[in-house]
């Protein structure tokens, strides 16, 4: 399973073209929550960044703090190259693991479904290290296992017992508002870090 996290597991990915999480846009879950937020100094994490979609929604709507990880050289060079107007977002090639730094929001989209399910206490964690006191981690999961992987899935119930020691959980919920291609497959999620 570990070959799922190397470098060159995602690279090739990415040089055969073989992206098919990639929605060619913004996550219409993902937009409409952004779009409710106010405050755009906002330091705000996007793991796993591939194509760059919310990070680009973001600085066209003038957020001025985000920053993007991801483990794949192609596509972090890729992001550099067509985001390069942008001078308010760092874009760093690196394993998520090893990040250090502090969020007051990180967007997961189909960065924890990719990762070896033997490293989700590990994700929980690292995620509850990265937030500010206050800080949120919100977007979308899998409801649903697959039967080749990645990505892989999960329940309601699985992730309620996983997150439920750092975090609070404020909404985690079938998605409303999933491409069409996902509908009854999404959970929209809204934590917030539990305080100390």
């Given at each position: 399973?570990?070959?799922?996290?190397?470098?060159?597991?995602?690279?090739?990915?990415?040089?055969?073209?073989?992206?098919?999480?990639d929605l060619k846009t913004i996550s219409p879950p993902l937009k409409a929550y952004i779009d409710q937020l106010s405050n755009k100094n906002l330091r705000i994490l996007i793991p796993g960044c591939g194509s760059g979609h919310e990070a680009e929604y973001l600085l066209k709507q003038g957020f001025q703090n985000v920053t993007v990880i991801d483990i794949a050289p192609l596509a972090v060079d890729k992001m550099k190259s067509y985001l390069s107007d942008y001078h308010n977002i760092k874009i760093i090639?690196?394993?998520f693991f090893t990040h250090t730094g502090e969020y007051d929001l990180i967007l997961e989209q189909t960065f924890f479904c990719a990762l070896n399910p033997d490293l989700r206490t590990k994700y929980v964690q690292k995620m509850s290290e990265l937030l500010s006191k206050?800080?949120?981690?919100?977007?979308?999961?899998?409801?649903?296992q697959f039967p080749k992987n990645p990505p892989f899935g999960g329940s309601?119930?699985?992730?309620?017992?996983?997150?439920l020691n750092d975090f609070?959980?404020?909404?985690?919920?079938?998605?409303?508002?999933?491409?069409k291609s996902r509908e009854g497959n999404e959970l929209f999620f809204n934590f917030s870090k539990n305080g100390i």
């Open positions: 399973m570990t070959e799922f996290l190397s470098k060159d597991y995602w690279n090739n990915r990415y040089e055969t073209q073989e992206t098919g999480w090639c690196a394993d206050n800080g949120k981690l919100v977007g979308l999961l899998f409801g649903v309601r119930e699985e992730y309620l017992e996983l997150f609070q959980i404020n909404i985690l919920e079938p998605c409303h508002n999933s491409i």
